[in-house]
């Protein structure tokens, strides 16, 4: 008979015997709190699958020596020894860590627990035996217990030191763990695993179907951060690869539906209050790889490659010059957000942890799981005869593309991405929205990966297919994903430029950047930037409107518009300057109720627009009401490079006031751009 799934918070890391200890109390309240505990012990449910014998002993232990506090309580005793004292506390302690013991065989990782059995089979042997020594040494007569609950502790202690003595870790236990065991050596020799024997194990541990594998991947993904030792957590991601891939063979795909009921109850980060040392300055979310650069301001990897791929030398907080591109790994922050997205209950991406030591990989078994259970989900999806089949299968790819660099490679290497570009189309999305959208959201996850970025542009099919979502997707969802694939793959310089050539692509940024909802339009405008970087597809973008679309979106995501304005400007000469003659109130609008980046990025556009459109446009400037008070404003509260662009400003005005030329190379200098906003594909 099955069990119905139970969602289990993250195993905890036990505190020290020290941390059990409460202030001193009165020998009665001390009884009291005695009483109290052993009676949580005794409502505790028994674990069903490890460790239940050990469990049951335990508990049943509590049971009796309730009985003992409860009289000691009703004698009314008006003091006790200090020995007495001493046994009580040291008592409270044992029993703390007895239900220690039994919660944590409940939650957290079954997989991992198992691994762990016998270690955590003698902590059961310690606190049975420090139990008792602890009736042996204390003072029953002293107590004046009646003769029944003395014979009782009597009892307690027999059965303990017995207990302690002859223990022995059950044997179904230690021969589930070796079968386990056995069972990863095989994955690691390319053995591919028995389904009987797979499910035999699983039965075993009560991981009966897929919403319950789903469980136990997030509990072992969790136990991850509590791991110090790397020897563990490659044993860990291994056990991952090992219930991903029994997942798929024994109980199929996870129902979609499902998985959004059971993700409900978790935060996401964007609903969470993120500490704001925790986001990248560049792209303001959450950083999952935070690194420090040569001027020591730290940044999210992804972010901070994208900004060098550019081309850009700069620190995009600080703008000064780098000097080195290295990027240096901020362990110490990485650890404190892993710890804050487990406390907060919101998934954080672990490292695959299959490192290379003398061209060997050392968490082979990991990898091969990954291999098997990608081989399986794209030889299962090439057959597939319906639509739904389909859909379940490329959901299960989704989410499996979305974990780490090994199960992108994995499933791009299986040949996935030109199965994929089957489900893009807009027939598809008609008749199941769902499917379009898994199926691109798995190209935008498989697109991390740098290598997955030339397989996807060299299979025309799939490639097509993205841009063809993006035009016409059968929901904004859908488009937003496929313009931040767009985004991704654009990364990459010799992409950009063809990506930057195709007027589908231009022309689906920029309607989805007009049309579509918030975070399709910051899908949209950051895809837009990163093509900017080319300076013959900005000439496309400026023949597209890109400027007149700017002046629609500027005032929802005004970070990001200028930020595209600003290098458009730049690269486009004075046909991008001429269309821009209208921005330019808003623009020293921004320059006062904007952002930092928002202020920065305006008051570089606008050196770049007069340095541009000469007179015509540095006199539409100077009319704006106020406009000198907002610059001296810039001047006095701006970044180090707004404050050095207010300057040149200030410096333009006053030249054109006087009647001269306000373009002398002296007066206006052109400097990069040092900050973007940029999109970390989800």
């Known amino acids: 008979m099955g069990v119905s799934p139970r969602v289990f918070p993250p195993r905890k890391r036990r505190p020290s015997a020290g941390a059990f200890i409460s202030p001193k109390l009165s020998g009665r309240k001390l009884v009291q709190s005695l009483y109290v505990l052993s009676q949580e012990i005794s409502s505790l449910k028994p674990p069903e699958f490890l460790l239940k014998r050990n469990s049951v002993f335990i508990i049943r232990k509590a049971k009796l020596l309730a009985v003992l506090f409860e009289e000691l309580l009703g004698n009314r005793v008006s003091a006790f020894s200090s020995s007495s004292l001493l046994c009580f506390e040291e008592m409270y302690i044992v029993l703390q860590r007895m239900k220690m013991l039994i919660e944590d065989c409940w939650n957290g990782s079954r997989m991992w627990l198992l691994l762990q059995i016998e270690m955590v089979a003698n902590s059961f042997r310690e606190v049975t035996m420090n139990l008792s020594t602890l009736l042996d040494i204390l003072r029953l007569k002293e107590l004046e217990l009646s003769q029944d609950v003395e014979d009782v502790a009597v009892l307690i202690r027999k059965q303990c030191s017995s207990r302690s003595k002859s223990f022995s870790l059950d044997p179904r236990d230690g021969d589930l763990r070796l079968k386990v065991l056995t069972m990863l050596d095989e994955i690691k020799r390319e053995i591919v695993p028995d389904h009987s024997k797979l499910n035999l194990i699983f039965q075993s541990l009560g991981l009966r179907d897929a919403l319950s594998c789903r469980e136990e991947i997030e509990s072992l993904e969790a136990e991850i951060q509590n791991q110090n030792d790397q020897k563990s957590k490659h044993l860990i991601v291994a056990l991952i690869g090992l219930v991903r891939y029994s997942k798929c063979v024994l109980f199929g795909e996870s129902s979609q539906k499902s998985d959004a009921i059971r993700l409900r109850r978790k935060k996401s980060a964007s609903e969470a209050n993120v500490p704001a040392d925790f986001r990248c300055p560049i792209s303001l979310e959450l950083m999952k790889d935070p690194v420090v650069v040569a001027t020591g301001q730290t940044y999210d990897r992804e972010s901070i490659n994208v900004w060098i791929e550019s081309g850009h030398n700069t620190c995009p907080k600080t703008g000064q010059t780098l000097a080195h591109t290295n990027l240096i790994p901020n362990s110490s922050l990485k650890n404190l957000i892993a710890m804050w997205c487990r406390e907060q209950r919101i998934p954080f991406e672990y490292e695959s942890s299959n490192e290379k030591v003398n061209g060997v990989i050392t968490n082979k078994a990991a990898l091969e799981a990954t291999k098997m259970t990608a081989s399986f989900l794209v030889n299962k999806l090439s057959t597939s005869q319906s639509v739904q089949a389909a859909n379940d299968i490329v959901y299960e ?286």
């Open 397 to 682: 790819l989704r989410v499996l593309a979305k974990s780490d660099s090994d199960s992108r490679a994995c499933i791009a290497e299986a040949g996935a991405i030109p199965l994929l570009g089957r489900y893009l189309g807009s027939d598809v999305g008609s008749d199941l929205p769902n499917l379009q959208i898994n199926a691109v959201t798995t190209i935008l996850n498989l697109s991390i990966l740098e290598a997955n970025k030339t397989r996807i542009m060299e299979t025309d099919d799939t490639l097509n297919g993205v841009i063809e979502v993006l035009r016409s997707g059968a929901t904004w969802e859908a488009k937003g994903n496929a313009a931040a694939t767009i985004f991704s793959l654009s990364g990459v310089h010799a992409h950009r430029k063809r990506l930057g050539r195709k007027t589908r692509v231009i022309m689906g940024l920029m309607d989805l950047a007009k049309n579509g909802p918030t975070s399709s339009k910051r899908d949209a405008l950051v895809a837009i930037l990163n093509l900017a970087g080319d300076r013959e597809t900005v000439a496309r973008l400026v023949e597209g409107g890109i400027v007149e679309m700017i002046s629609e979106v500027v005032n929802v995501l005004p970070e990001v518009s200028v930020t595209i304005l600003e290098a458009v400007v730049r690269r486009g000469g004075l046909a991008a300057t001429a269309q821009a003659y209208n921005l330019i109130k808003k623009l020293g609008f921004l320059l006062r109720e904007g952002s930092d980046t928002t202020r920065e990025s305006a008051a570089a556009t606008l050196v770049t627009i007069c340095r541009r459109g000469g007179s015509a446009m540095v006199s539409e400037l100077a009319v704006m009401p106020g406009i000198e008070r907002i610059i001296w404003e810039l001047l006095e509260t701006g970044t180090s490079r707004a404050r050095r662009k207010a300057a040149t400003i200030l410096r333009v005005l006053r030249r054109w006031a006087a009647g001269l030329d306000v373009c002398t190379s002296s007066v206006i200098s052109t400097t990069t751009m040092s900050s973007s906003t940029v999109l970390l594909p989800s």
